[in-house]
């Protein structure tokens, strides 16, 4: 699933896709697929938009511009040697490099 609607200047069409996407999550976890599957979700970079550098200064608007975002969903049963793994990694910079060696 690809999402590019946050893409323009005024930050309104990527609410468009609130509803639809938490109807699609809803489902996902009454269909039972949240118990054996882990949801990444990864944005290609950091805001850049909606005058997010009126707020910061400029080097801490460069970190936010330059780093993407990235939630993860993990199944409740996970593996404990793969939580040990996520809690140490948890507040470190990761790379989608290091997620595609990690599952």
Do not use: C, W
């Amino acid at each position: 699933m690809q999402f590019s609607e946050g893409h323009e200047g005024t930050g309104e069409a990527v609410t468009y896709i609130d509803e639809d996407f938490d109807d699609f999550l809803r489902k996902f976890d009454e269909k039972g697929y949240l118990k054996n599957t882990t949801v990444l979700l990864l944005s290609d970079h950091g805001n850049h938009m909606h005058y997010v550098y009126q707020l910061t200064t400029p080097q801490q608007y460069i970190h936010e511009r330059s780093l993407p975002m990235m939630y993860i969903a993990l199944p409740k049963n996970i593996d404990q040697k793969y939580m040990k793994q996520i809690k140490e990694n948890e507040q470190k910079l990761v790379y989608a490099r290091d997620i595609h060696y990690f599952f």
